[in-house]
């Protein structure tokens, strides 16, 4: 088995980054940084997060697996004791008792950014925002290529059914469950009153709809994927949709998406 191993850099994920490296070389799994099957994630959601955009071009060929060194999270749900039993789940069937692992996959949304200075593509695990840096964000919103809403407020924000758990859910989306293949547009702090209107709801966009956000003033603007932030000042669009590609997870227990949710959020 060919694998990796990313931890946050704390003094407990170090460590236990280390016992994984020696327990995988007793047990015959080689470290590969260029083409592992599976990444191993020492750390929280957001170490996760740092693990997808570091193979974010071989996501159809990994599963991931998370190690929490923290609190219970979304995407890391072994706890820092559980190595050992992670490592012999991992080589393989050494009794019928032993549930065969299941590979769950999650969507993910592609974001193609149109600059005045050129065009990118992303992939967001989590979401996508579009933040105003120097005040009010004054932006058009299409949905399947008809105008929707003009956009007032602090910004914007696109997640996955994965993401609802996070940024969206302080924005009071909805959580919504990783096998939905959909995408969140969530508003931050929009102006609403008898001149300036939007929804004012989240909107729920099945993977075959998608979404343009266009830049209506000139305007600072940060845009976020994920953990990462990219200021531009001369953006034309943003589409946005559900991506072709998934990102998978392998489970060697199962751990309920909905247990995940309680145990998050209500203990
Ligand atoms: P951070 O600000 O250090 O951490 C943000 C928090 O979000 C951490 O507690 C992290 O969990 C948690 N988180 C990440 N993904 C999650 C998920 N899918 N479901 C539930 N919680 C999740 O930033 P970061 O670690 O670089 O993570 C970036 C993420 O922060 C963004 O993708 C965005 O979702 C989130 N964020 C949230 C807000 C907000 O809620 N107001 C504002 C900005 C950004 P761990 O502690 O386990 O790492």
């Given amino acids: ?47 996760m997060l740092h693990a997808f955009h570091t193979f974010i071009d071989r ?58 200075s050129g065009t990118s593509s992303y992939i967001c ?15 058009q919103v299409d949905i399947n290529d008809q105008q929707f809403e003009m956009f007032r407020g602090d910004g914007i924000c696109i997640s996955t059914p994965a993401g609802s758990t996070a940024y969206n859910k302080s924005l009071g989306g909805a959580i919504i469950h990783p096998s939905i293949e959909a995408l969140q547009i969530t508003e931050i702090a929009s102006i609403n009153n008898r001149v300036f209107r939007t929804a004012g709801s989240p909107l729920v966009l099945p993977k075959h709809h998608h979404c343009d956000i266009y830049s209506r003033k000139d305007q600072r603007l940060l845009l976020t994927i994920d953990h990462i932030n990219h200021p531009v000042d001369d953006l034309i669009s943003v589409r946005c949709q559900v991506a072709k590609q998934k990102v998978s997870f392998i489970r060697y227990r199962p751990f309920p998406f909905w247990n995940r949710v309680r145990n998050a959020f209500l203990g």
């Fill in 1 to 47: 088995m060919r694998y990796y191993v990313l931890d946050r850099g704390d003094q407990l994920s170090v460590e236990l980054s280390e016992q994984f490296h020696k327990l995988a070389a007793e047990n015959g799994f080689k470290m590969d940084a260029e083409s592992p099957e599976i990444v191993i994630s020492i750390g929280g959601d957001g170490t």
């Fill in 59 to 116: 996501i159809p060929s990994i599963a991931f697996v998370g190690i929490h060194t923290g609190h219970l999270g979304f995407y890391a749900d072994w706890k820092a004791n559980e190595i050992p039993e992670l490592i012999q789940l991992m080589v393989g069937h050494k009794t019928p008792e032993q549930p065969r692992p299941r590979i769950v996959n999650y969507p993910l949304i592609d974001i193609q950014v149109q600059k005045k």
């Fill in 125 to 139: 695990v989590n979401e996508f925002t579009l933040k105003g840096v120097d005040g009010t964000v004054v932006a």
